[in-house]
């Protein structure tokens, strides 16, 4: 299967009072397997909100979304929260490491809740620590890490357990510049080795790195371009 | 996610919050010291005085009379009268159901031996007094029939008096005087008595005994006995003792007023009953500071879910379900209340220990009162930390991610 995400007219509407607010006005994309995709759009552009549906941390008010064929929209809570443990590795701005955790125990979180057993857990983890090159990092606990490196301990827990894709939300909000660039540089190294990747981002400079931009503006997709002409 | 990895982490969570976690098990701590101690205390006073009651003696039944409120122009007192010498040997006779009945008298006076002088309560009873008491002469002999028919001027010491005013030297034969008010008895020492120590009515190794004759007519003057004490001719026929002797002293008076016949069985129910609610008051005050333990989790529960918040909404990012939640901070409250329920244990049988060995109190720690401890600490644990688990299990991921 090549289509990972197919979104159609996804809509959300929050009630603000008596005020209804269009979040996502009708928005239609389909990611394929192997993308790198940045979602870029100011704040208020319904960025944040297509991050937590596509994120199945919400669902859309009308429209239909498939991961991996997968019908989101008839997922119950459990189903939905299988789907985010197994299909989707979350990258956040603010980390959001165990600060009391050591990197390794961070990184098998997620296969906590896919009930996988101590042994392989540790197993896959070091192995991912290794491949966001934080092997020797591996008992260090988020205070003692540098912000790169947290967030390398955050992108190694977001692909320990083979999602279908990751999804970044800012991820180098909080870097600077060369931290940024280097870690940038790990998910389009991730992306070449056959990872789907999500970036969400206001940064132009940030979404310049991807393949494709899809632009958002007042819930709508205003642009949705291949830097390489193949847009969807 | 399994119930053994839920266990580690909240094991982990509480470690990681050392002083917190302690601060908030204290209460748990203090109520499961408290009920183990005070219930440990209770148990060994309960079986102490049940053992009091024992020692009286076998298949006992206590004759007295009450003390009752005259009224109108009748005089108080018909009752006390009733109570003499003859009674006892009444009784005895008639009453088929009761072996022995001895009668008794008591009074208070200063004994005199050479330079020492000493307090003593003095016995006045017949020759039947140490087998219904099951308490008997050491070295000499206790009173005989004679005794009592001629009212010879001789006592038998208590253990601890003759300890006291002789030491190891051997009392029997001596001359001591026992002085009531300003009259003087010489008394000649036939026997001493074994160690009884402690029973329900007083120190029976601290008292003197006399001819019950003598005692009445030369040293209290009196017409009356305090008590007569009858020995049932068996366990079962005791209650059946009780009632005849009830009728008889009915006959006399004419009232069930005035008068209280005893059996032992009786005394121990009492004695038990007592010492069982008293114990239960206690246990619920421990009880209690136990509920107020569970509060102070459930606060501490509380105020983690909402610190925690972001940590929720990542978890739920990471694909944990609403039961995996539920199940992590009912868990962390278990473990705070479990841990807190064994530390209040130990602490518990530490002070009992305590209390037996400088308050020379008998302490009995029994294993259902501490599983009792155990399991309620657990249980409060478990209520506490239901709301809070449920609290953290529904929190919206969107906006718990959100948080600051």
């Not at chain 1, 928005?27 to 549906?53: E, N």
């Not at chain 2, 008895?185 to 009515?201: A, P, Y």
């Not at chain 2, 069985?265 to 609610?277: H, S, Y």
Request: glycine fraction near 10%; charge should be negative; hydrophobic fraction near 45%.
């Amino acid at each position: 299967m090549n289509v990972m995400i197919e979104a159609t007219k996804l809509t959300k509407v929050y009630q603000m009072g008596d005020e209804q607010v269009h979040a996502l006005r009708g928005v239609s994309f389909a990611v394929q397997k192997k993308d790198f995709i940045a979602i870029m759009g100011p704040s208020g552009s319904g960025k944040s909100t297509m991050l937590h549906i596509i994120g199945c941390l919400d669902r859309p008010t009308a429209g239909e979304l498939f991961i991996e064929g997968l019908n989101v929209q008839e997922a119950g809570g459990n189903k939905l929260a299988e789907i985010r443990n197994q299909k989707i590795g979350f990258v956040f701005q603010n980390f959001n490491l165990m600060a009391k955790a050591t990197a390794v125990e961070n990184v098998e979180l997620p296969l906590i809740y896919a009930g996988i057993r101590k042994r392989e857990r540790r197993q896959r983890a070091l192995a991912a620590l290794e491949r966001v090159g934080l092997s020797d990092r591996i008992k260090h606990r988020p205070p003692e890490l540098s912000g790169g490196q947290r967030q390398r301990v955050a992108i190694a827990r977001a692909m320990v357990t083979e999602p279908a894709f990751i999804l970044a939300d800012e991820p180098t909000g909080a870097l600077d510049t060369t931290t940024s660039g280097q870690i940038l540089d790990l998910f389009a190294e991730l992306n070449d080795e056959g990872n789907t990747v999500i970036l969400i981002t206001h940064d132009p400079t940030v979404a310049q790195r991807t393949h494709r931009i899809i632009e958002l503006l007042d819930g709508r997709i205003t642009r949705d371009s291949s830097r390489n002409g193949v847009g969807a | 996610m399994n119930i053994l990895e839920t266990m580690r982490s909240a094991l982990w969570s509480l470690q990681s919050n050392k002083l917190r976690s302690f601060l908030s098990m204290l209460g748990i701590i203090i109520g499961v010291a408290a009920v183990v101690g005070i219930v440990s205390v209770g148990l060994g006073a309960q079986s102490s005085v049940l053992d009091m009651v024992s020692a009286l003696g076998s298949n006992l039944i206590m004759i007295s009379p009450a003390s009752t409120v005259a009224r109108g122009g009748s005089v108080s007192g018909d009752a006390v009268d009733l109570f003499t010498v003859d009674l006892a040997n009444h009784m005895q006779e008639t009453v088929h159901n009761m072996s022995l009945v001895v009668p008794q008298v008591q009074g208070s006076g200063l004994l005199i031996y050479e330079g020492a002088n000493l307090r003593a309560t003095l016995v006045g009873t017949t020759p039947s007094y140490p087998e219904v008491t099951n308490y008997h002469v050491q070295t000499g002999r206790f009173l005989h029939e004679l005794d009592v028919e001629n009212a010879t001027p001789v006592v038998i010491l208590g253990s601890r008096i003759a300890e006291n005013l002789f030491g190891q030297a051997n009392p029997i034969g001596r001359e001591l005087t026992y002085v009531v008010g300003d009259r003087r008895h010489s008394l000649t020492i036939i026997g001493v008595m074994e160690s009884k120590g402690q029973v329900l009515m007083g120190n029976y190794d601290s008292q003197v005994y006399v001819p019950i004759s003598y005692a009445m007519e030369r040293i209290l003057r009196t017409q009356t006995v305090s008590t007569l004490m009858a020995q049932a001719i068996s366990a079962e026929a005791a209650s059946t003792a009780v009632g005849d002797a009830e009728f008889l002293l009915y006959s006399r008076l004419g009232t069930t007023d005035g008068f209280n016949v005893t059996s032992q069985d009786e005394m121990l129910e009492t004695m038990g009953d007592v010492a069982f609610t008293l114990q239960l008051m206690l246990a619920a005050i421990g009880g209690i500071s136990l509920v107020v333990g569970g509060i102070g989790v459930m606060n501490i529960m509380l105020v983690s879910v909402s610190e925690r918040t972001r940590e929720i909404g990542t978890r739920k990012a990471l694909g944990a379900k609403r039961r995996d939640l539920l199940m992590q901070f009912i868990v962390e409250s278990l473990a705070l209340s479990t841990s807190g329920g064994a530390i209040g244990m130990i602490l518990g049988v530490l002070i009992a220990k305590a209390v037996s060995d400088f308050g020379g109190w008998a302490t009995s720690i029994e294993g259902p009162a501490l599983a009792i401890a155990f399991t309620f600490s657990a249980l409060v644990g478990l209520v506490a930390g239901v709301y809070p688990a449920m609290q953290a299990a529904k929190l919206d991921p969107v906006l718990a991610l959100s948080h600051e």
